[in-house]
């Protein structure tokens, strides 16, 4: 009988080790590829991505990759991997985005790589919450200029109202006073342009534009708008202020790296940054506050409380009515949470461990804000809207609640968050001083929906 060595038994040892690990680190999370090569899983994540998403992560675990029309796109959905995506230097939001940038706003990938960090610090500079208080006057006054125009009583879609009244505030605010149409006809284009540009967003960010006629006819009529008045826009100095309007502030920019030829483009971006979420999510704090009686009544007593009953007066808002109104904050943040963005997406440099796996670089990491802020670990009974649960959150100290993520995260999280707070802060405490609002049907599943506005006073702000 031959006895095998020991050392020819020690290099086998080593060697089934040495490939156990390198077998655990190229370990790739589950992988689902679907049938059709390239296109992988695309026409079923197509159809309910958020759906598709929540039966992948019942089914494969907290960590799993789906193949969509030949790209990689890893899930993260728990601590673990949440933490790679907040925290690792291997993980980059430029290239991510680059490709969506490319194909919604025609700039190209390499100036956007160029100029990305310093638009985004001029940006946040801005709008961020040392500057917040330049915007609050301006905001107020936008707004009360808007609700003039506005009947004292009628009934009215509360998706159209809030278009009708934000588009206008957003723009001359960000971009410059008076840019906003005032004609009928050109305010109807306006918003039919827009209206087909971000509800094509989507597909506009992945398909090539011809196979998107009626989106990119809409995507060059808004370049357009913007091509005419950019020297407008760049000369226009504001009588009460010299302070220059954020689009000012990146033509300044854009001039100073000799890139004003992309100005429009990123004039659309900006525009659709500022437009594409705040809406929606004004549309729904004021749906689910006017479905909630008894929150809806607390918000109209504490309004009375700073500013007085009557709905007649032009009033003023103050960074101190806004402390003393809490409640309308936490309603807007629960919104924010129940109606969070579906998918945030980094770039993997470098391969990243997660849990026992190995995902490799060119792998998009995906977070989903959306199904995070509905896990019950991080937020009880995540399905009901309670806005007291952010009496938690350290606000005063600009903090939100953990792991809330609808503003994105990281180096490049939103930076309009504490505006588009504003904002609509200040949008419902003028609606409810102005007016009695109630829903004409129960809580709204599909997007439009009605109420009524009744003026407290006959006369509104005359
Ligand atoms: C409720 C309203 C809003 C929500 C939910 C929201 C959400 C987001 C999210 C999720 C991102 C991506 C961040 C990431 O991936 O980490 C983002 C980026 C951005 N947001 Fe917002 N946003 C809102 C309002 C606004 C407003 C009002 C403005 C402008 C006035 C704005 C300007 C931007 C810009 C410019 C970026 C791109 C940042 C970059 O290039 O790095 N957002 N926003």
Known sequence: ????????????????????????????????????????????????????????????????????????????????????????KEINFELAVQ????????????????????????????????????????????????????????????NKFMRHLLYPVTVNILFKKGLFPTDERKIREFHQHFQAYDEGFEYGSQLPECLLRNWSKSKKWLLALFEKNIPDIKTHKSAKENYPTVMQAVLDLLEMEANEQKSPNYGLLLLWASLSNTVPVAFWTFAFVLSHPNIHRTIMEGISSVFGTAGKDKIKVSEDDLKKLPLIKWCILETIRLRAPGVIARKVLKPVKILDYTVPSGD???????????????????????????????????????????????????????????????????????????????????????????????????
């Open 1 to 88: 009988m031959e006895f095998i060595s020991p050392t020819v038994i020690i290099i086998l040892g080593c060697v089934a080790v040495l490939l156990f690990l390198q077998w655990k680190n190229l370990r790739r999370p589950p992988c689902i590829r679907g049938w059709i090569p390239w296109i992988g899983a695309g026409f079923e994540f197509g159809k309910t991505p958020l759906e598709f998403i929540e039966k992948a992560r019942i089914k494969y675990g907290p960590v799993f990759t789906v193949i969509v029309m030949g790209t990689r796109m890893t899930f993260v959905t728990e601590e673990e991997g949440i933490n790679v995506f907040l925290k690792s």
């Open 364 to 462: 998009l990491l995906m977070l989903s804000p959306f199904w995070l802020h509905r896990n019950p670990k991080y937020f009880p009974e995540p399905d009901l809207f309670k806005p007291e649960r952010w009496k938690e959150a350290n606000l005063e100290k600009h903090a939100f609640l953990d792991c809330f993520m609808a503003f994105g995260s990281g180096k490049y999280q939103c930076p309009g968050r504490w505006l588009a707070l504003l904002e609509i802060q200040i949008c419902i405490i003028l609606i409810f001083y102005y007016y009695d609002c109630s829903l004409l049907d129960p809580l709204p599943k599909q997007r439009k929906r009605k109420v009524i506005l009744y003026s407290k006073n006959k006369e509104i702000l005359n």
């Open 99 to 158: 490709n969506p940038v490319y194909h919604t706003a025609s700039i190209a990938k390499n100036i956007f790589l160029k100029l990305h960090e310093k638009l985004y610090i001029t940006v946040k500079g801005k709008m961020g919450i040392f500057n917040l208080y330049k915007f609050t006057g301006q905001l107020t006054e936008e707004l009360q200029e808007q609700l003039q125009n506005l009947g004292t009583h009628g009934t009215t879609d509360l």
